[in-house]
């Protein structure tokens, strides 16, 4: 194990690998500061540029020290009520009824392997060091263990809390972050990712600005509104150069990613559950585990930023199991043919499904006890016995002696109050006494922080992943909550519901998956409800959106790339017109869009599929033959706007270049465009499939490649597009 924390004798901790450097120290009062994160710094006794003593009119001074304002500090886990009123990292109520805290320095630790956090999602560590540094409040009675794990082969760190009342009476917490991560005054711009159904990921920059910039999700998911995602960076950043630091927080419901710029334009950014409508009790010797917050470096812009949490997920998030592993390729029952699904009409997917060349058969939503549309059966999770006389498994088994794989729908978390279970058990619900429950799509949340809901929930699911004709699981979750309350928790301790429901969902998942870890799952919540870190813990691959319509996919699987590789992105070649948009689109620009996420397939019924069969078949053999490369490739996101977006992927072993390029709205006489490749071999030459060409690799980077031109007056067809709107071609370059 190399040595990647170093730490002086004067407490200065440097947690450094060959590229990056997080370093803090003990200041004389016995408090953290925060040094630097950026660009390798090797340790020493003497940093250049630590926190400043100097006398300033009008500040305050922390208690009985000399010009020390920690309102201008960079701080570790910075508090409240001292003389720093910016948004703490921590806001506890004490035995004393105050919110007042000081935490000095205790004792550190520094372990070889990575503890998981207790019921968390959480990164693997390997290749890594972890530093737990205890601090105490001995007024207060309460001690916090920062932790951070510092990795090799990764420019990242990944960081927690855990809060402990060592005192005897309660402490209340209010506002536990994962992490703070104070930056020296500066320029600099944030990057998020936001959206809604069926429109999730949308990349969206702006200057830092005076004051509070929050990201926060108070839906028990972490969201299409937010994606639980930040981007700082110098303003000057690009995607290809500049300074830019990355969080994102691995956990799937409420959480808070605040920007503050102070008064003296240093900032600080904040990432944890979301404090608002959050408390919880700590009784004495009780512990609270903030879930894990993650921060990367990059001196390379925001594609350099991207190649770090690609590897990172990948590696470290990702169920290993799966990793590197192509996805099947799929035919989904889902626009297909909705709930109107039986056994005759899945055998005949089956049947195109196999004919297509196709490897797997999904049968989504629609194929349990009464679900004959959203506004029953949730819950009851067994075969419905009309359209499947014989049970899902006896189809499954069918499907499968046909040489395809098999995958499920499911959507555990939720209940109809027209099905068998909520008749049942009205109180297992997510609900406030004497309040109607409000519905969203016909539905509501299970109270998984019960376990005798989780229970019923293992049971149903386990028998049917036992029968051993499930390959592929799609877990769904399609309301986000209200009236958020459990009967199981006393009255005091409501505000702890959405996190114990969180805590619910990951051990009934983490149950499931470890009992069946062949199984493919995907997550998915209403497309992209839950696209974050903390579900692909647990699932290799996500559902991007629903939005299947390729030029409505455009943007956000471009953002949804700012985090995630192509291989956790799911897609599928939907209908025409879009069901959601109404837009019509060609099957190549369906399946050329679609193909940049690894696991790939298509959603049409019998008839579309005849319709088309030759193209899709075309398709689908493209997709099956690099379904490695996808899985295992590169992805770089090469050009972005309105009307053009290009991206690159290069397969592991470099032998192999795609290039896709789409173009939105034609128009009369519109400029030449060129691409330039990046990250390739400028030394050897690479060969344009379905042509005669061959180019030198430091060409396609530096010159670049000309681009299709889209006009319907050209008279040469050997450059075109399609001629139109939607217009897309994939450059396929092989290594020579
Ligand atoms: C929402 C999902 O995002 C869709 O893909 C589909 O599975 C439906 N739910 C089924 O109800």
Not at 100 to 124: C, M, N, Q, W
Not at 491 to 506: D, K, P, S
Not at 529 to 548: C, E, I, K, P, V
Not at 671 to 687: C, E, G, K, M, N
């Amino acid at each position: 194990m190399p040595v990647l924390i170093n730490v002086s004798n004067t407490l200065d901790f440097n947690l450094s690998n060959s590229r990056i450097s997080y370093v803090f120290r003990v200041s004389p009062e016995g408090l953290l500061e925060h040094l630097h994160f950026g660009g390798r710094v090797e340790p020493t006794a003497n940093y250049p540029s630590t926190p400043r003593r100097l006398h300033r009119s009008c500040t305050l001074e922390f208690q009985d020290s000399e010009h020390y304002n920690l309102s201008d500090v960079p701080q570790e886990y910075p508090v409240f009520g001292t003389t720093d009123n910016r948004y703490p990292a921590l806001h506890a109520i004490n035995k004393d009824g105050n919110s007042t805290h000081v935490f000095k320095y205790d004792s550190y630790e520094i372990l070889d392997s990575k503890p998981r956090l207790a019921g968390l999602p959480s990164a693997r560590g390997g290749d890594s060091q972890t530093l737990v540094v205890r601090l105490l409040d001995e007024v207060a009675q309460i001690q916090v263990d920062l932790s951070y794990t510092v990795y090799a082969e990764h420019d990242v760190i990944a960081r927690s809390a855990r809060i402990t009342n060592i005192g005897e009476s309660l402490v209340r917490l209010a506002h536990a972050m994962s992490s703070c991560l104070d930056m020296p005054a500066g320029d600099y711009d944030l990057m998020h990712l936001h959206g809604t159904w069926a429109r999730e990921q949308n990349q969206k920059r702006m200057p830092v600005p005076q004051g509070r910039f929050a990201l926060e999700s108070a839906n028990g998911t972490s969201g299409n509104v937010h994606n639980p995602f930040l981007a700082l960076m110098d303003s000057n950043a690009t995607e290809r150069s500049g300074r830019v630091y990355g969080t994102a927080f691995v956990y799937s419901g409420n959480f808070a990613i605040s920007v503050e710029m102070g008064e003296f334009d240093s900032v600080r950014v904040t990432t944890g559950i979301n404090p608002f409508n959050f408390e919880w009790k700590l009784a004495s010797g009780e512990s609270f585990t903030c879930p894990e917050s993650l921060q990367v470096f990059s001196p390379n812009g925001l594609n350099g930023m991207s190649q770090i949490w690609h590897k990172f997920v990948k590696e470290k998030i990702s169920p290993p199991q799966f990793k590197g592993k192509a996805r099947p390729t799929y035919l989904n029952s889902w626009e297909a043919a909705y709930f109107d699904i039986n056994e005759d009409k899945v055998l005949e997917l089956a049947d195109r499904t196999k004919s297509l060349g196709l490897d797997m058969l999904v049968v989504d939503d629609g194929w349990f006890e009464g679900r004959d549309d959203d506004t029953s059966s949730l819950g009851d999770w067994f075969s419905d016995q009309q359209k499947f006389p014989n049970g899902i498994e006896a189809v499954a088994a069918k499907v499968k002696a046909k040489g395809l794989k098999f995958g499920l729908w499911f959507e555990p978390e939720m209940v109809n109050p027209d099905s068998q279970l909520f008749r049942e058990h009205p109180d297992w619900i997510i609900h406030v006494p004497k309040r109607v429950s409000s519905k969203g799509r016909n539905q509501l949340t299970l109270d998984l922080s019960r376990e005798d809901v989780r229970n019923y929930l293992f049971d149903c699911i386990d028998p049917i992943l036992s029968s051993g004709h499930i390959d592929y699981v799609k877990w769904d979750m399609n309301r986000v909550m209200s009236e958020i309350g459990s009967a199981s928790l006393s009255a005091n301790r409501q505000l702890e519901t959405a996190h114990r429901y969180m805590l619910g969902v990951y051990a009934l998942i983490e149950k499931i998956v470890s009992k069946h870890p062949q199984v493919l799952f995907e997550n998915c919540a209403s497309g992209g409800n839950r696209f974050d870190l903390g579900m692909l813990h647990y699932m290799a691959q996500s559902w991007t959106s629903d939005m299947s319509e390729p030029i409505g996919r455009l943007p956000i699987q471009n953002g949804a790339s700012h985090l995630f590789p192509p291989c956790v992105m799911a897609s599928y070649i939907g209908p025409v017109p879009s069901h959601l948009n109404g837009r019509k689109v060609s099957v190549k620009t369906r399946a050329e869009v679609g193909f940049f996420c690894a696991a790939r397939g298509l959603s049409l019924n019998a008839e579309d599929v005849d319709a088309d069969f030759e193209e899709l078949k075309h398709y689908a053999k493209l997709y099956k033959d690099t379904a490695d490369d996808v899985v295992n490739g590169t992805f770089h996101r090469v050009q972005y706007d309105d009307n053009e977006v290009c991206w690159q992927l290069t397969s592991s072993d470099g032998s192999k270049v795609y290039l896709g390029y789409f173009h939105i709205l034609s128009a009369a006489n519109l400029p030449f465009r060129r691409a330039r490749l990046v990250d390739i071999d400028a030394s050897r030459q690479y060969r344009l499939q379905d042509s005669d060409l061959t180019f030198g690799g430091d060409a396609l980077m530096h010159m670049g490649i000309d681009l299709p031109y889209v006009c319907a007056m050209q008279w040469s067809d050997a450059e075109y597009l399609d001629k139109g709107d939607f217009a897309s071609k994939l450059f396929v370059f092989e290594r020579v």
